[in-house]
Structure formats: structure tokens, C-alpha cells
């Protein structure tokens, strides 16, 4: 049953990078072995502090000389102003001038602050609607099929809301919501005991980085999440991990059969 | 037609070549000067990139190569020029002071910390925990063999997490 477990495994494991089946048999292994599971959350701890050290940077505003030398091949090549008549290069200079104080200005406005990361959002997101004792969702699973049209429609891409009564949480109801560039969609599911878990889903313009499952802690929300064809998911809540990570390979393979079966819309 | 950069892409992606060359070479005004080479160097070379692949990927590769040719003439000078020519790093590690805005001392001890890696095990380990790529994309950017990969980042870790037990020891022996 159990699976040899490496160093190599562990940190493929940690860093999302192993296949949802190989991840799902290293989960098995290593969450349920008090030493490897301490190891994980080292490494998961570590990761994260380096990204709360290195993140700021990312929004530091950008010296002009580099948005120059991104957003042309001649200009600001070290010396060739040299050659150039003084009348055109004054006049170039300030043609290059506008041009790039209109850039610096849309960068800078562009980076003010800290970039949310895609399990942030999903964990925020969570950690606002679920707490909703009235209004969680704005459409509620009586409503199911009018729901995933309308999100859907919304988000330009057939949704599902999978079904996860058999782990003993139903769909409460959805709701959209702001995403990065493009609206994301929330699906909200609760259990007997009224925990609410919340499948996050957001689908943006370009290449976003296809990811295994990933784990994070985002202000004591527990996320995991996957990026799968440009589009990410992300399952949230306040469970133990193992639980979460079962719902969660649950929530995977359902919607991948989902996506692969000929009632598709 | 030569085929063009994307130039909003390439505006796009400069927060990530910076913090990438700040990382390289330790020190901030350095790491401006890398990503302007890297610049330069990926236009000359616009002709190699497949559009629709992943630009910021392809220009960590540039920025590796750049790099390691950079680092490689300023040791040879170093060694030239000093007879004792034993230090390791060039120029050294010079982040950590700068990059503390933030009063949050276990930060500033982390970078402390990467600092002291090689720099080859600190370009996996931000390429894979804090840039995300997956493995194979390392390989290619460092231009070694997966496997190689695989050990640096575990090198890394191991190393840091005897530099974290290292910082908690004296603690034990007060005590």
C-alpha cells in the first residue's frame, strides 16, 4: 500500500510538481508520518517565508532605464545616441521622454502593492463569504442549474459544481466575484456540523503556470489548489489538511470527468 | 519580418527579472545592470523565442546565461588582480540590509540565509518555491539535467535547515 518516499519525492511533493496520482500516494505517506509530515511543513513554512521576504520587491517602482530597454531593441542600447544628429537625438530623446513617463506611470500604477497571490484571493474570499450567516451566495443550490449557467456565462467557460454529498457537504449556493483580470466564480458547500468549504475558480487571459496540488495557510485558512488549463482552482476552508486534500482530490478527479464527458455543454 | 518581443509582456514580466538578478548577483544595483543585459540580449536573440511559449522562462535562461558569463570574467579579473585570490563570491551578498523594510527580523534572516548558498542552489530554490516553476523548466534554465536540479534543491533545504538549527542552538545551551 504505502510508497517509498524520498527526499526528491518530498520536495517534488511540497513544491507541487508531482502528477495528482503520485501526489495523492506521497500525501498518503507523508501526512500520515508524524517525521515526514514535520519535514513538509518546514519546507511549506520555509517557501512561504521566502516569498513574504521577496514579494515587496515585486512592487518596487521600476527604474525608467529598464521599462526602456523592455519596450524597445534600439533606444536605449548603451551608445547609439552617439551616432545620432544632436537635433534628432534631443528630439527623439523627448519623444522616448513621454513615451516613457506614460509607462512608468501606468507600471506604477500597476504595482502599488503587494500582488495577491491566486490562493490568496481564494483563502479571502473564503474567509468572507463563509462567515455570511445571511447571504453567503447570491444564488443558492435551489437554483443550481440557473447558478453554474450564470457563472458560466460570466465567466465565459462551462463551470461545474461538483457534487460532494457523498463526503457529506452540499452546495449551499455560488456567488461571483472580483478576480485579477477576470471575474472568478465561488461555489459554497456545508457540512452537518455547518463547516463551509468553498470551491474557488478563476480563469485568466494568459498563461497562468499549470501547478499539482499545491498547499497553502493563508490566514489560517487551509487552500489547496491547482492550476489546470489556464484555469485555477482552489478548495478552501477550515478542515484538517488530510480532510481538505481528500475533498479536494475528490473535487479533481470529479470535475475532470466532468470536462471529459460527452454531455459537456 | 523578424519576429518582435512582446513588449507589454516584456514590461510585465521586469518586477520578476529584477527580483531574479537581485537574487544572482546579491546586490541591487548589480541586478539593474543584469536585467539591462539581459534585455539587450534577449532582443538579439528575438528570433529564438516560439511565440505563445513562456516568455519569463526563456528570459531566466537568457538571464542565467548572461550571468554566469558576467560572473565568470569578474572572478578571472579578481584573481588576476589580487594575488591572495580566494574570495569566493564576487562583490558578496549585499541584499539583506537594503531589502528589510519590513521590521520582521525572521525576513531578514532568511535572506541572511540565502545569501550563504551557492549560487547555484539559490537559483533553484527561488526558481522552484518562490517562482513556481516546475522542475524540468529549471533544468533547462540552469542548462544541467533534471536530476542535478533535484539535488541542489535538496541541498539547499538541508543547509538551511541546519543554518535554522543553528540560529535555535545557543539558545538550548544558556538554558
Redesign the interface.
Known sequence: MSVPVS??DL??YV???LPPERAARVAAVVEGDPAFAARAA??RA??A????????????P??R???G?????KS??RGLGRRLLPVLATAASLCIGVAIGW?VRG?VLQ?AGTPVTFQRQAALTHALYATDANRPVEIWANEEERLVRWLSKRLSFQLHAPSLNDVGFALVGGRLVAGNEKPGALFMYENADKQRISLFVRKDGE?S???GFRYALEDGVGVFYWIDDNCGYALSGNLDRTQLLSIAHLVYGRLAALESSPSKQ | MSPTLPNPDLVAALPRLRRYARVLTGDVNRADDLVQDTLARAWEKRSLWQAGSDLRAWLFTIMHNVHVNQYAIRKRRQAESSLDGDEETPGGWQIAVRATQSDRVELAEVLVQIGRLPVEQREVLILAAVEELRYEEIARVQGVPIGTVMSRLNRAREKLRRMSADVQAPLKVVK
Open positions: 527526499d526528491d520536495n517534488a513544491d507541487g510538481q518546514a519546507i520555509h517557501n517565508q521566502l516569498r513574504n521576504a521577496l514579494d515587496p520587491w515585486l512592487s518596487e521600476l527604474p532605464e529598464l521599462i530597454a523592455a519596450t524597445s531593441s536605449h542600447r509607462l507600471e504595482q498563461h503556470r499549470e501547478t
